[in-house]
């Protein structure tokens, strides 16, 4: 600290800090010492401990000696599981366990397939510093990155052979280590996304409750892969294992990605225009930016809530067929809708009509301001409002 100057705590601290003068023209204040008489060295010193409830805060003064203060109590840094059930979450698997397991060889052999088989990269091979020197040539901008695969094991708690109990692979592009032909850090479009809300989710459940409606979820089949890749080239070193015949023989090949692939800092934001765009050609309609990726179907009376890679969707039950169809018809999605008794985004529904009101409580919307209007028996979907 320059002259004149001298250090004090924060604002609303719970401890105390002490400050030692710095440099030869600091000005003449008392100065902590140790034990052998030593100053406490020049920066300030904070002995920042526990807060007081934990017995932490200690007073100093000049004459304080530094090397008697107890030490603070620390809090457990790990400590043991207080939930009394199992988190839901997927165990990953270590190489050497996939080497042993036929069941965790045969899931990675099968990711490495349908992406193959849905033509995510182009066949032809390049030496990395070919396709880096003819960027700079031509001055374009390209990328490069890498892809790795991951094989975790969902429902490890549960036991052995059971139908919930199996292994899952995915490959993945490494979004963290991805470089320009100059090998600076790359720049992404970094467009965002706005997925659905629960709001949205509720209210198609809610939706679902109403006489002769109900509610099916199904998944999109590999959604990130459904839309191309835009903006940039970019190209893609595999693993060596998976490298196609042509690499043989080559120092660093690769491969053009030409899909949006899980891991991309860009997939995201194109699966969702993509999937945007053909839920509008099935003749379904926003609702507005205030309910995102949230669609209704005029003519059909059906609410569609799309919630990455899930499709819920609701309605009178003789249009659920209908809807599903004109939304199979340009996006890939599972042949077998399942009812709403099931898992959504991690969480088991079982609805009922007498669970309406809870569904609506929390954003309070009745079903005269949600716009569902009943005459004859059958039942018209207006755009949702909140009160």
């Known amino acids: 600290m320059g002259s004149g100057r001298h250090y004090h705590s924060p604002p609303e601290c719970r401890t105390n ?12 204040v008392p100065s902590l010492r140790d034990a052998d008489g030593d100053v406490v060295p020049s920066l300030a010193c904070c ?25 603070p109590k620390h809090r457990v840094k790990v400590a043991p599981r207080r939930f009394p ?8 698997v270590r190489k050497d366990e996939i080497a042993k397991s036929p069941d965790a060889q045969k899931a990675m052999n099968a990711e490495w ?47 052995l052979g059971s139908d919930g109990r199996k292994f899952k692979g995915r490959v993945v592009f490494q979004g963290n280590r991805v470089v320009n032909q100059s090998w600076e850090a790359a720049v992404f479009q970094d467009l965002g996304n706005s997925p659905a ?40 070193c595999l693993p060596p294992d998976r490298r196609p015949p042509g690499a043989a023989g080559m120092r660093k090949p690769v491969v053009e990605l030409v899909q949006a692939l899980y891991g991309h800092p860009d997939s995201g934001s194109f699966w969702e225009e993509h999937c945007d765009k053909h839920c509008k050609e099935a003749g379904f309609e926003p609702l507005g930016i205030e309910w995102p990726s949230t669609y209704r179907h005029p003519a059909l009376g059906l609410f569609l809530v799309v919630y990455v890679d899930d499709f819920k969707l609701s309605g009178p039950k003789e249009n659920l067929a209908k809807g599903w ?12 809708p399942v009812k709403v008794n099931t898992l959504v985004v ?14 609506l409580l929390p954003f309070r919307i009745t079903w005269r301001v949600f716009g569902t209007r009943v005459s004859n028996g059958t039942s018209t979907l207006l755009a949702p409002t909140l009160e």
């Open 325 to 336: 169809a004109l939304l199979r018809k340009t996006l890939v999605i599972k042949r077998k």
């Open 85 to 92: 059930f199992n988190a839901l979450v997927a165990r990953p």
């Open 113 to 159: 397939d349908r992406l193959l088989k849905a033509e995510v990269w182009g066949t032809k091979c390049r030496e990395w510093d070919d396709v880096a020197a003819e960027a700079l040539r031509d001055k374009k901008e390209v990328q490069f990155g890498y892809l790795f695969d991951i094989c975790v094991e969902k429902g490890s708690e549960l036991p």
């Open 346 to 359: 991690g969480m088991r529904l079982e609805l009922s009509k007498c669970l309406m009101e809870a569904l």
């Open 47 to 71: 002995a920042f401990g526990v807060p007081a409830r934990c017995e932490g805060d200690f007073a100093f003064s000049p004459d304080t000696d530094v090397t008697e203060i107890p030490d």
């Open 197 to 236: 809300t629960m709001d949205a989710s509720r209210a198609a459940d809610c939706f679902g409750c109403f006489p002769g409606h109900k509610t099916e979820i199904a998944d999109a089949v590999q959604a990130y892969i459904q839309a191309r890749l835009k903006g940039n080239r970019c190209w893609i």
């Open 17 to 28: 800090c002490a400050a030692a003068a710095v440099g030869g023209d600091a000005p003449s």
